[in-house]
């Protein structure tokens, strides 16, 4: 019987990768350190998106039963959010996430992590932000610190091709001292 709670992606764009070493919780936050990475899945894959919305669906059935005391929390924290839009705290996503869902997954346990032909991807340079792939996760539900909702749990990551590196404010060596920068005044040649 199909396990409806994971999925497998189609191609997606890999954002804030911590697959080779956990990363501590952020902003003062309590908890162990975690692999994780944030998944832009294409509007255009309703595929995905479909078996995404059924994942959650049967989490929430199972936090109903396991987790929540027979109830459905009135206000149920998803974690699939719309790149057009903005975040939870009111700013607006990055431009790498229009037209995009935008979602994470972590584990305390490390991901297998391959590339297009399934063979260990050892060098952690080669997996970054801004590469393609696809993701393996199972979504559950979860009642934490007086929040209840669904959380996506990290399986696996499968490199599947090279993309523009996402690096927040930061530019390329090229472009700061390329040929088209002049070496004296650091301004763009005439």
């Not at 790498?96 to 050892?122: H, L, N, R, Y």
Request: aromatic content about 8%; glycine content about 12%; hydrophobic content about 35%.
């Amino acid at each position: 019987m199909a396990d409806i709670q994971r999925v497998v992606t189609g191609k997606v764009r890999l954002s804030f990768v911590n697959v080779f070493k956990p990363r501590p919780p952020m902003n003062g936050q309590q908890g162990d350190p975690k692999y994780s990475v944030t998944v832009l899945l294409p509007k255009s894959d309703t595929a995905t998106k479909a078996k995404l919305d059924a994942a959650v669906e049967a989490a929430a059935q199972e936090g109903v039963h396991k987790k929540w005391q027979g109830e459905r929390p009135p206000k149920l924290s998803v974690p699939i959010h719309d790149g057009d839009g903005v975040r939870e705290n009111g700013d607006p996503f990055g431009p790498e996430c229009k037209g995009c869902w935008v979602f994470t997954a972590s584990s305390k346990d490390q991901p297998g992590i391959v590339d297009a032909a399934c063979e260990a991807i050892m060098n952690q340079s080669d997996v970054y932000s801004g590469c393609y792939g696809r993701v393996s996760f199972r979504a559950y539900p979860y009642d934490a610190a007086g929040k209840r909702g669904i959380g996506f749990g990290l399986g696996n990551v499968q490199k599947l091709e090279d993309g523009e590196p996402l690096a927040a404010g930061q530019v390329s060596a090229d472009r700061d001292f390329g040929s088209e920068i002049d070496p004296i005044t650091g301004e763009p040649k005439a």
